[in-house]
């Protein structure tokens, strides 16, 4: 069984069963926004979100997170978590899923992080494609992520009064087998499988003025661009935008004592080059002092330096960074004046 | 041994665990540098390379990267130069003998020894720089045969900065190196050179296409020696630097230490000066360069 079935009316009996198998997470309302919180009562699942406030990258990659557990006096050191919980990401666009995919890529490359790793064991994700854009700061067509590309368990696609359910593996296939409300599909689901991507494609245009290789090239050639003095002198340096990203990952490491003063923990916490402070050193140099060149770093991390690393691009198309900026600052409009920018004086 | 494999198992683990190591030995080199001489748990060997870096912990403090100054050819113990700059290096300086803290590592690629093997050196260090290269130096005279001619140029501030004093009198002393060594502003004391270190560079004699020209300091010293030693002609590659960065993890996943696509922690912090001709306008220290 590759494809499956359910009926819409059946979905809240199934969130039900996920429910009990595993710690449940999925988007709901939150005011005029949307969040990833665990479910508690199934009817407040929503599957019509524009991208939730933050990715879930909170639950594999937590703000806040136990590294060790020490004593002073005697020096002892413990592994600070000792077992992880299995958990259910349900719901997760496609754009979060590349995003999953990219924090792969980082934590494996050796030395490997046993902390992303060990979580990363314990999920499965449950995805929903996308029929029609969130709203104008996506560019998800232009980094293909629109449409599922792998890295999850399951997939939903609204075809009508159904959801189509891709397995794309086992561990997604434990989860749809042996219930009677999930049935197998047959020619008519398909067929209106490749009518929903059909008509998809009349919907989604790609956001960015150049392909993708010719952006990756005008970032090649863009490092002086004025470009990013126009972005850094309306930069608030406020960190939104590496907070949101589903492919941030930089992170400070932090001790806690607690009232014994003796025994505590160490944590790592969510850290932004978006901060003034970030790259400076003992010596007093700091090395992106000008909000220009740390938002260069940020745009060069998501579309150059992972590509020449790892062949991957680290921007999703999401668009929360745009989202959230409180300075209006829009990726779109970024990447397209400097792919203009270069064009121009390559003529 | 075997508690060796222990250790590193633990480690693997979680690179994020420490291990435990004691203070043996600790003295102020100046009144801001203090000296440690540290032994890991076990009696076991760092096995680093010279050039290499620790992370250090003191728990309730952090963490900070902090350079090698021995020589892997120093067995069972490795030494640490800090100056008191932040919270955790104040706390170091008030750590002495039998004093316990955390280390991780060693992290980062060291200097190419390998490669030296044969070659004259050139070894220029500005202030703190002379921590890394004391490693490198004092593995040149553990294996001194193995290389040609050995100069050193040394350059800080005011006499009273100069690290490791007993030992820089040594080298002044041995004739088979050469130690020079120049302050920006002397005391009534000082008999030796005044000036930059740049100054002393011009005199030096060598031959381009033997010779590794090694320098460490402060970025504002690199732009300037760097292009003095270009301009001796010896080949981007046998010119090679070491870069201070404030590292949070040493495994190339925290950001802190990153050059445009590089982290210096696991890529260096040792590049030779045809990497360092590569990026494009993140890295100071070889700012308005050719």
């Known amino acids: 069984m590759k494809y499956a079935s359910i009926k819409k009316e059946n979905l809240n009996k199934w969130l039900e069963y996920l429910k009990k198998k595993a710690r449940l997470y999925a988007p709901r309302k939150k005011e005029n926004l949307f969040v990833f919180r665990p479910v508690k009562d199934v009817s407040e699942v929503c599957l019509k979100y524009v991208p939730t406030i933050l990715p879930p990258k909170k639950y594999y990659f937590p703000q806040k997170e136990k590294l060790l557990k020490f004593s002073i006096e005697p020096f002892k050191t413990a592994k600070a978590i000792s077992e992880f919980e299995d958990f259910i990401l349900f719901g997760v666009h496609t754009c979060d899923i590349a995003g999953i995919q990219c924090m792969d890529v980082v934590f494996r490359d050796g030395p490997e992080d046993p902390n992303y790793l060990n979580r990363k064991d314990k999920m499965t994700i449950i995805g929903i494609e996308c029929l029609e854009y969130c709203d104008r700061f996506a560019n998800c067509v232009s980094m293909a992520n629109h449409v599922p590309r792998g890295g999850y368990d399951l997939m939903l696609v609204d075809i009508g009064e159904k959801f189509i359910i891709h397995i794309n593996s086992e561990k997604g296939e434990r989860l749809v ?87 505590g923990l160490r944590y790592r916490i969510w850290n932004s080059c978006q901060m003034d402070d970030f790259a400076k050193v003992a010596g007093g ?63 | 041994m075997i508690e060796r494999e222990i250790l590193l198992e633990k480690m693997k683990t979680s690179p994020y665990r420490p291990i435990k190591a004691r203070i043996v030995e600790a003295r102020m080199l100046t009144d801001k540098e203090k000296f440690f001489r540290i032994e890991l748990e076990g009696g076991i060997d760092l096995r680093h390379q010279p050039g290499q870096f620790v992370m250090v912990s003191l728990f309730g403090y952090g963490e900070a990267p902090i350079s090698i100054c021995s020589s892997p050819t120093d067995k069972g113990y490795f030494e640490l130069t800090v100056r008191n700059v932040g919270t955790l290096t104040d706390k170091l300086h008030r750590l002495g003998e039998g004093d316990v803290l955390g280390i991780r590592g060693p992290f980062g690629r060291g200097f190419p020894v390998d490669n030296m093997f044969g070659f004259d050196l050139v070894i220029a260090a500005g202030g703190l720089g002379l921590v890394p290269l004391r490693s490198l130096i004092r593995y040149i005279m553990y294996n001194r045969n193995d290389f040609g001619n050995v100069q050193i140029l040394l350059g800080c501030k005011t006499p009273k900065d100069l690290l490791f004093g007993q030992e820089t009198k040594e080298w002044m002393r041995r004739a088979e190196i050469k130690f020079n060594c120049t302050v920006d502003r002397a005391d009534p004391d000082w008999k030796g050179n005044v000036g930059l270190i740049t100054s002393l560079i011009p005199g030096v004699d060598l031959n381009p296409t033997r010779t590794y020209g090694v320098v460490v300091g402060p970025p504002v010293m690199y732009r300037f020696v760097l292009s003095e030693l270009l301009k001796k002609n010896i080949p981007d590659h046998q010119i090679l630097v070491s870069l201070e960065r404030r590292m949070r993890c040493g495994l190339g996943k925290c950001g802190h230490c990153q050059i445009e696509g590089v982290y210096v922690c696991q890529c260096g912090p040792v590049f030779d000066y045809a990497q360092l001709k590569n990026f494009k306008g993140e890295c100071h220290e070889k700012a308005a360069l050719p």
Not at chain 1, 320 to 337: D, G, K, Y
């Open chain 1, 177 to 263: 087998k042996g219930l009677s409300y999930i049935k197998e599909v047959g020619e008519t689901e398909m067929s209106a499988l490749e009518r929903v991507r059909e008509a998809k494609k009349k919907v989604f245009k790609e956001e960015f003025s150049a392909p993708l290789n010719k952006v990756n090239q005008a970032f090649s050639q863009g490092f002086a661009s004025k470009v990013w003095e126009d972005v850094g002198r309306r930069c608030v340096a406020c960190g939104n935008c590496t907070a949101v990203c589903p492919t941030c990952y930089c992170f400070d490491v932090l001790d806690d004592v607690d009232l014994s003063l003796n025994e």
């Open chain 1, 285 to 347: 140099e700091d090395f992106r002092k000008e909000r220009a060149n740390r938002q260069r770093h940020r745009y060069y991390r998501k579309f150059k330096y992972p590509v020449d690393k790892f062949n991957r691009y680290f921007c999703t198309g999401c668009g929360r960074c745009s989202r959230s900026c409180m300075a209006q600052i829009n990726l779109i409009e970024t990447v397209n004046s400097l792919a203009a920018e270069v064009k121009e004086s390559q003529k």
